[in-house]
């Protein structure tokens, strides 16, 4: 059975280690220990019970450090079998958190996960198992350091440790000298445990000051260059506004919690700066409306469970029929979308949207018709680069599916209503959509949430076996996935071409790349800093990157339709 409280992480969180309610919470937990150990001494069972913290703390009650505070906890163990444990003579005993991994998995009798590094905590395994124990815990090593030995050299003592051990395990009698073998094993487990940590756990501090002194200095040159639209962003009626809400803004990227909720963040921060603009009473109105609109959109993220639940109908297996209703009022939705932004003279875009709708009724060949006229729109833009939005829609019909179409629809209203007012902070607003528009459209920078079915649209389909070749291609697929998961930085793009002035557009455009610069940069410093944090790896860095290829790829299309 596993069980965890969190009562004492939260009490530490708010009063800090040293606090009275600190120990008042620490005796409860001690009650709890003893009522659990007590029932076990009734039982006639054995019963052996692990009581370990995940993290410590510091003094103010923070962690995620690598201070000694932070990272070192306490282990307490018991069992109700006497003479269970063969404990050293020594008062003390440090173990490694990784080393639980296979402990644990050998008294609840399962495997040990294939890259674990940890090695058995010996002196809490009876001495009757643990030769065998350390022997699975080494052939599971075995198989994980043949796998990488092409990408990771071992050092020549780990590999003289290594082949001792595997020839005292292949024909060594254990009942010997058992001694000798686990004390070859914990030099072993010290060995391996330092060598990966050093290849694992190592930043390169210059290299990565280098990059962000680079980036800062990028940031700076396109301000320079672009010194007049920087003087216009800051102007001194708006300087404080634009200030803070840009500091609000960044202060995200130093937290977890927000990150984890920065779809929420976004949202609020959107409807302030509308609730602050001076516009008038109706569109501040139906600009929030909208905005709210596309919550129900917005997905959770796992750490996020169980107190956020997706939308119903965006996880809901529907049937036929509904299925078909909403590919109806979809088709509808595109109809219009394509009537507002785009030129009955140039009529492939329709072309597409009729065969994409007709695949969503299930029409035969129309699949084959849409990806004709792809590639006939892909010739054009070759030809006229300005008509790259045009396939984009084209593409995002068929890529963003019928579902988050209502999204998209949303969104063109929403830009409309801001390019109709003299709105003070446009450029900031339209930074924060392009970001709170990869939210809505169903995403979340997460690697294991990208739509990765977005690649793969024709599995169930019959098309003509010629373009099968072309479209099944990886870098086709590869097009399809870029362009539905940044679709809220690219129609970001399209929808500033289609709505906005354009003799303003260049300055505009030039306003939001100095915000989208320094925005990649704090990231980049946050990651920098936060480089010890327990959840760099599984939000911080997912999220820079997210956000650099968000940036590269929306900045690419500016750059490819627009002079700046």
Known sequence: ???????????????????????????QMDDVIRNISLLFNQSNSSSLLIVIGDHGMTQQ???????????????????????????????EKTVSQIDLVPTLSWFLHILIPFSSLGMMITDIIPLEQRYFSMKLNFEQIEIYLKHISFTLPLSDKLQELRSNLHTIFISFNRERNLTMIENLFNEFKFELQTHFRLQWSTFNIFRIIIGLILMLISCLIFILIYLKSFIMLINH????????????????SFSNSFIINEAMCLYFLLQTIILINKMKILKKF???LLLFITRAFLICREEQLPYCIDSIWLVKKFSDTSDYFLSFIAAIVWLIILILTCN????????????????????????????????????????????????????????????????IFFQYFIYYIIFNDNNQSVSLLLSILADYFFYATGHQPVLSQIRWTAAFPTL?????????????????????????????????????????QKKYQTELFKKIL?????????????????????????????????????FIIKWLFVFLTTKL
């Open 1 to 27: 059975m596993y069980s965890t409280s969190e009562s004492v992480d939260h009490c530490g969180h708010r009063y800090g280690p040293l606090h009275i309610e600190m120990k008042r919470k620490l005796n």
């Open 61 to 91: 009650g923070d962690h995620g450090g690598d201070e000694l505070n932070e990272i070192e906890t306490a282990m307490f163990i018991y069992t109700n079998k006497p003479n269970y444990f063969s404990l050293s003579q020594k008062n």
């Open 237 to 252: 009626r708006n300087m404080i506004f634009n200030i803070s809400l840009l500091l609000m803004y960044f202060i995200i």
């Open 286 to 288: 139906l600009l929030s």
């Open 344 to 407: 009955y003279s140039y009529f492939l875009p329709y072309i597409s949207y009729i065969s994409i709708v007709g695949y969503w009724f299930n029409i035969p060949h129309t699949l084959s018709i849409y990806y004709v006229s792809i590639m006939i729109q892909i010739c054009f833009v070759l030809l006229n680069p300005s008509r790259f939005d045009k396939l984009i829609y084209s593409i995002l019909i068929f890529v963003v599916g019928y579902r988050f179409s209502f999204v």
């Open 460 to 500: 169930n389909s019959s098309i003509n076996i010629y373009l099968s070749l072309i479209i099944n291609s990886l870098i086709v697929r590869g097009i399809f996935i870029i362009i539905e998961t940044f679709s809220g930085q690219i129609l970001n793009v399209i929808f500033i071409r289609k709505m906005y």
């Open 514 to 550: 100095i915000i989208d610069c320094f925005k990649l940069m704090i990231t980049s410093l946050s990651v920098f800093i936060l480089r010890r944090h327990l959840m760099l790896w599984k939000i911080f860095c997912p999220r820079f990157l997210f956000q650099l290829i968000g």
